[in-house]
């Protein structure tokens, strides 16, 4: 964030006393580098030392200030060496223990004293202790207690809470010299805060402040920083949109009759939320502003198919069309898919990835250059210089949130000189409140319905110390020309060791199930093995896929319905999600055994039951929001996009109601405070502007 005319703030945290090598690197540690940032360190919880809890009144579990005179001070050895105070005040006594201490404290904390401690109260057998309070010897009684809350800041290695304070009582000095401009006054008069008043009124809460609320995350001042913050990442996206959608793109008509007979030769019909969003896209392609448009279907809905008509009406309109996919096995399969879908119409479809190089490669790039390529199908590569097109009108990209908008952005502009349409297509389902977040860039089809006879899929939860049966089960099942695959996960986000654990599982499996036909594919091999390995599961001579989570996303071998999911509770949500949608697709019903090792966390139990009770992506996705968060779901934790200073979710979701109503207001009206505001709150703000 910047506070734009304002350098103060964006000092460097050096400036500050107490800030030496040690402290800067710490904190650096954070991502705090400014004082600004320092300052959206906001507390995690607050301690209330305002005022004196007379002994009588105090609770089991109540942080606690009180103040009393030591009657009695004793080190007693029963059991552990302890040294225990009784404090007393007018209305009772409260016993407090040391289990740790020193010589000097047993000497000045002697009968007579007047003591004002804090901690958390225990009750024992019912009177009152405390455990190693905080406390302070008094000159004499009554001092004046603390005139704000004592904010807890979530802290660092090396850094204590004193540290902290301290070194935010110093940016807020800085704040306070030169507060930041108001960029969204009616904002700041609905909820009474600016920026700068809240930032002052977080750090240091009055007395009069009611502690529930700022818990909750709730209090005005606390929806003032986020509702600005949400708003900024909203404008930001908006912009990209109106700045993208100011070109020029290629008119693509629905004139001729290729897509009518390509439709008529389909084994199945398209569900009714295919046909929808085919004619939402046609609409698009026919004007001379570029699509963009985000087809959101869950696991096993059809995106496929509709990529391919969208990619069909470009090419009957002589344009070329780039598909992008995260993977190469995904890349694999939809050049697949779209060869078999579109080879018989005279359509020529071509790949690209990392993998594929030298004179293949030159050949292909050759083609495309040279408009003997209709369609490329590719991985990243597909970024680099040295992919011309002839005549790009469409770029279509596959599981959208594993590219960032640069990146699709880049491609479209492979088509001068026009800008090349956009479709864009996830599977992991963005609970509702979010998409306007992420994908106000984007306008949205959605694909609610599933193709007609797709089976349930049956999940259950089975402990690792079951693992016998499971292996049993699975050989009976591949007898009867079953296909399964068994997934085998990591922690470690390490491709190498995630593909040793399969190799490993794969040959164990072997050795008990010498009748079973197993294979391996894992992220370590070489194209033409995927390639090969993915050939032999399609068709049937591998009955058992044992994989690492390569297959995630997009594999479609519809005879495979059975998977056995090890350590589950290793993986996001969605992502369990994604991995199970590889089962269920073809006409027999699917089971999905998810083996799990003792000892589970309670949130990791309840995750499992929400992917055991659920197979509805939408609600998956509502789960996986409440337990970790927007930049998880969204998988742009580690591109930085939709990570939040201060918005949380689910506990601010009310406030996107409000961003929805007040960003286009801004967008119309005040125009002058978008780009402020977008420095203000994002961090590589202006290049998003630029694009
Ligand atoms: P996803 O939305 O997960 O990408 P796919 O496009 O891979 O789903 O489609 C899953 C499977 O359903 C594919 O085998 C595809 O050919 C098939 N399919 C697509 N549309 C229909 C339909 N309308 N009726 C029946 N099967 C369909
Ligand atoms: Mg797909």
Redesign the pocket.
């Known amino acids: 964030m910047n506070f734009n005319q304002d350098r103060l703030l964006q000092s460097s945290v050096e400036v500050l006393t107490g800030v030496g090598p040690k402290v800067k690197e710490n904190l650096f540690k954070i991502g705090i580098i400014s004082i600004e940032d320092l300052l959206f360190h906001l507390p995690v919880r607050y301690q209330d030392k305002t005022r004196i809890t007379p002994i009588i009144s105090l609770q089991h579990g109540d942080e606690a200030l009180i103040e009393g005179t030591i009657k009695l001070a004793n080190i007693v050895y029963r059991g552990r060496r302890s040294f225990i105070l009784k404090l007393e005040d007018k209305t009772g006594i409260i016993t407090i223990r040391f289990f740790n201490f020193n010589s000097s404290q047993s000497r000045n904390l002697t009968k007579g004293k007047i003591l004002r401690c804090f901690g958390q109260v225990k009750v024992v057998g019912g009177s009152p202790e405390l455990y190693h309070p905080e406390y302070r010897i008094l000159s004499v009684p009554g001092e004046p207690t603390e005139s704000r809350l004592t904010p807890i800041y979530p802290s660092t290695e090396g850094m204590g809470q004193t540290k902290w304070r301290n070194l935010m009582q110093q940016a807020l000095s800085f704040l306070g010299k030169q507060p930041p401009k108001d960029l969204l006054e009616d904002i700041s008069r609905e909820l009474n805060f600016d920026v700068a008043s809240a930032l002052h009124f977080l750090h240091a809460p009055p007395v009069t402040t009611p502690l529930k609320e700022l818990i909750e995350g709730i209090h005005p001042a606390q929806k003032r920083l986020a509702l600005e913050e949400l708003i900024a990442h909203n404008l930001s996206l908006r912009k990209v949109r109106d700045n993208f959608q100011a070109l020029q793109a290629p008119t693509i008509k629905n004139d001729s009759d290729k897509v009518v007979s390509f439709l008529q030769s389909l084994p199945?019909?398209?569900?009714e939320a295919?046909k929808k969003s085919i004619d939402d896209i046609t609409s698009d392609l026919a004007g001379n502003r570029p699509m963009l448009r985000l087809i959101q279907?869950?696991?096993?809905?059809?995106?496929?198919?509709v990529a391919a008509v969208s990619a069909l009406l470009a090419i009957t309109n002589k344009f070329q069309v780039a598909v992008m996919a995260p993977t190469e096995i995904l890349v694999e399969q939809h050049a697949r898919?779209f060869s078999n879908w579109l080879n018989p119409l005279g359509i020529k479809v071509g790949q690209l990835s990392g993998e594929v190089k030298g004179i293949d490669r030159k050949n292909i790039l050759e083609a495309l250059k040279n408009s003997q390529l209709d369609i490329i199908i590719g991985t990243h590569a597909l970024f680099q210089k040295s992919v011309i097109f002839a005549k790009l009108g469409l770029v279509i990209v596959d599981e959208q949130h594993r590219f960032g908008v640069h990146q699709r952005l880049a491609l479209t502009k492979k088509a001068s000189p026009y800008q090349a349409h956009q479709l864009v297509?996830t599977?992991t389902p963005i609970p509702r409140t979010l998409t306007m977040l992420a994908y106000a860039d984007l306008d949205c089809s959605v694909?609610d319905e599933l193709?007609?006879?797709r089976q349930q899929i049956h999940t259950v939860l089975i402990e690792n110390g079951r693992r016998n049966k499971i292996i049993t089960r699975v050989e009976a099942a591949c007898k009867t020309g079953r296909q399964a695959y068994w997934v085998c996960t990591l922690i470690e986000e390490s491709e190498v060791l995630e593909a040793e654990a399969a190799a490993q599982t794969a040959s164990s499996l072997q050795l008990k199930l010498p009748e079973v036909n197993i294979g391996l594919i894992h992220g370590q091999l070489r194209q033409t093995e995927k390639k090969e390995i993915m050939s032999s599961f399609v068709s049937g001579e591998i009955d058992l896929l044992v994989s690492t989570t390569v297959i995630e996303v997009?594999v479609?071998v519809?005879n495979a319905s059975l998977m056995i999911i090890e350590n589950p509770e290793r993986l996001g949500l969605a992502q369990l999600h994604q991995l199970r949608?590889r089962i269920g697709?073809g006409n027999t019903k699917s089971h999905c055994v998810l083996i799990y090792k003792e000892p589970l966390s309670t949130i990791s139990k309840h995750r499992l039951e929400v992917i055991r009770d659920s197979t509805d992506g939408f609600y998956i996705a509502e789960k996986d929001l409440e337990l970790r968060g927007p930049g998880e779901v969204l998988g742009t934790k580690q591109t930085g996009l939709m990570m939040f200073k201060i918005a949380q979710f689910p506990k601010h979701d009310s406030l996107l109601e409000r961003v929805s109503e007040i960003a286009p207001q801004i967008n119309m009206k005040m125009p002058n405070v978008i780009a402020p505001l977008i420095e203000r709150w994002i961090p590589s703000g202006e290049e998003f502007g630029k694009v």
Do not use: H
């Open positions: 199945f019909k398209l569900t295919q279907g869950d696991v096993g809905s059809g995106k496929t198919l898919n297509m599977a694909i193709p007609p006879g997009g479609d519809p949608g697709r």
